[in-house]
């Protein structure tokens, strides 16, 4: 798959991971795995990424004497959300287009 569309595709995963509500890492790894699977280093890799493009924002909390970080979509990530839904429909049409028989065999 094209590296390009796999991020893509990856950002709009994680970002639906959140959408909810605010989660973790091991949990946003935990919930998508039935989907796709994700490495920590890639998934934190996609956090900073979406954080640093305003998608997400981070808080810190102690949980069980330790400190973890929630992550929370933002308005600007939910429009990704959106944009994404209005263009699967066209990378549906594509691979309709590509995969279709050729009525003239």
Excluded at 38 to 48: D, V
């Amino acid at each position: 798959m094209d590296v390009q569309l796999k991020r893509g595709l990856l950002d709009v995963c994680v970002l639906a991971a959140i959408k909810s509500e605010d989660s973790y890492g091991y949990k946003i790894i935990k919930d998508m795995k039935p989907y796709i699977e994700l490495s920590e280093s890639t998934l934190y890799t996609i956090l900073k990424r979406l954080e640093t493009a305003n998608m997400l924002t981070v808080r810190t909390t102690e949980h069980g004497g330790r400190l973890r970080k929630y992550y929370h979509i933002t308005e600007k990530g939910l429009k990704r959300i959106k944009e994404f839904e209005v263009e699967w429909k066209e990378i549906l049409a594509i691979y309709q287009f590509v995969t279709k028989e050729d009525d003239n065999e």
